[in-house]
């Protein structure tokens, strides 16, 4: 894997960090060697299933310009996760720092009195990033990410992961469902409802790149097709409201979660790996599966870009992905998978103070996020972390603690969201619990 990289001046100051009782009793002493800059913020995007498999050779054709200016002002490197290769777990490790077994998230769904349940926010056991930064004082904004069902109190906004039952079976619910009283929010705080249901129904496009679905003829004869495009709406719906929330709170650390190439990928994955496990495909139709995909990678590269545009040479920008992929059985008209060590390593990409090529080579872990951010933004690592600050970090020691885990985690209800079953009906007509696959 190819690295690019430049070298940062280091920061000038040094954090130590204190903790005394509960989590909200953090405080920062900053001892200054030189004038110190005004701490910047974090963007931190998830773009699901990415891999170099498909970047690389983007980059190397100059298609991917958001991600290689990331790249270039910093580093771009595998990001690896841990079998088996789910995005519920993956997702949360890299929201927690810890490994599965330890916050709770074991997969999409467990069987419980004879039925299929997902799994939600509260079953994860531990403290997540939103959590931390909160009670340390911070403004937090989380927008679409994996569990956020229910959701729960944080010192700015929280759009759950529930919000897209479009993404799910083509049927639209806005946040309004919310006060029918047997369904709880889906948008914290409140006086966010209205405005995330206009930005639903906004149609103007955030980019340039076109959706490589609408049409018939560069797309054709694919029962899918409809599908597939409908996930570069849902895409572009969570980054305009990212775009909202961004502009309105300025927030400390904002969190944005876009499943599309995943979504995409599972379709279209074998015009990328010729298998003979496809052999009805026609070289007419490998070709536009193969533009396609490319296609949703520079438009997931421009929402990247959109999503950065506001953050200057003082914030810390990361874009990561859980996994890759790889060739599996056709199960309906899905081509591609993840289950092996085949498809175990993301990306991730990372430019700010203090990101620089790193001098030891050891391989950056999903579990390795939650603890980079903490150590970049002078806040004191917890023990129970799986992670570590990943080693393309210049950070300053800093003090750390037994746990974050040390007061409950207020959620807003118990209610269900009313959309449970349509996202269990989207994984099973992607194979996830009959055939085995994994996300």
């Excluded at 980059?59 to 991600?67: K, S």
């Excluded at 929330?245 to 074998?270: A, T």
């Excluded at 207020?410 to 989207?426: C, D, H, K, M, Y």
Aim: proline share 8%.
């Amino acid at each position: 894997m190819r690295i690019a990289s430049k070298s940062r001046p280091r920061r000038t100051r040094r954090a130590r960090a204190i903790l005394t009782g509960s989590v909200s009793a953090v405080v920062l002493a900053i001892a200054c060697d030189g004038p110190t800059p005004k701490r910047g913020r974090v963007l931190l995007v998830g773009i699901d299933g990415a891999t170099f498999r498909i970047i690389q050779p983007l980059l190397d054709q100059g298609r991917l310009p958001h991600l290689a200016r990331i790249a270039e002002a910093g580093i771009a490197a595998p990001l690896r996760a841990h079998l088996p290769l789910q995005s519920p777990r993956i997702w949360t490790s890299i929201a927690t720092g810890k490994l599965p077994e330890d916050h709770g998230i074991l997969g999409f769904a467990r069987e419980e009195d004879g039925a299929r349940r997902l799994y939600g926010s509260a079953d994860r056991k531990v403290h997540a990033l939103w959590n931390i930064a909160s009670a340390a004082g911070l403004t937090v904004a989380v927008v679409n990410w994996w569990n956020t069902y229910p959701l729960e109190r944080v010192r700015g906004v929280m759009v759950s992961d529930h919000l897209l039952p479009l993404e799910i079976v083509g049927r639209r619910v806005l946040t309004g469902a919310a006060a029918s009283g047997d369904r709880g929010p889906i948008v914290h705080p409140e006086v966010w409802q209205g405005r995330v249901s206009a930005l639903l129904a906004a149609t103007s496009p955030l980019t340039e790149v076109p959706n490589p679905f609408e049409s018939r003829a560069a797309f054709p004869d694919d029962e899918s097709r409809g599908d597939l495009a409908q996930r570069y709406r849902n895409d572009q719906v969570v980054t305009r409201i990212a775009l909202e929330i961004e502009r309105d709170l300025n927030p400390d650390l904002l969190m944005v979660y876009l499943p599309g190439i995943d979504r995409v990928s599972h379709f279209l994955w074998g015009a990328i790996e010729p298998s003979p496990l496809y052999p009805e495909l026609t070289a007419k139709q490998r070709t536009a599966r193969a533009r396609a995909l490319a296609g949703y990678y520079e438009f997931s590269d421009a929402l990247i870009g959109r999503l950065a545009a506001r953050y200057g040479p003082r914030d810390l920008v990361l874009v990561v992905s859980d996994h890759g992929f790889e060739a599996g059985r056709k199960v309906g008209g899905v081509t591609g998978v993840h289950k092996s060590q085949r498809s175990l390593e993301g990306v991730i990409f990372a430019r700010g103070p203090g990101v620089a090529a790193p001098s030891e080579s050891r391989p950056v872990s999903v579990n390795d996020v939650t603890p980079t951010i903490l150590a970049w933004l002078g806040l004191p690592l917890a023990r129970d972390m799986a992670g570590r600050p990943a080693p393309f970090l210049e950070a300053p020691g800093l003090e750390a603690v037994a746990t974050y885990d040390t007061a409950p985690i207020q959620r807003l209800t118990e209610a269900p969201s009313g959309v449970e079953g349509a996202i269990l009906e989207q994984l099973r007509a992607l194979g996830y619990f009959e055939h085995g696959a994994s996300d």
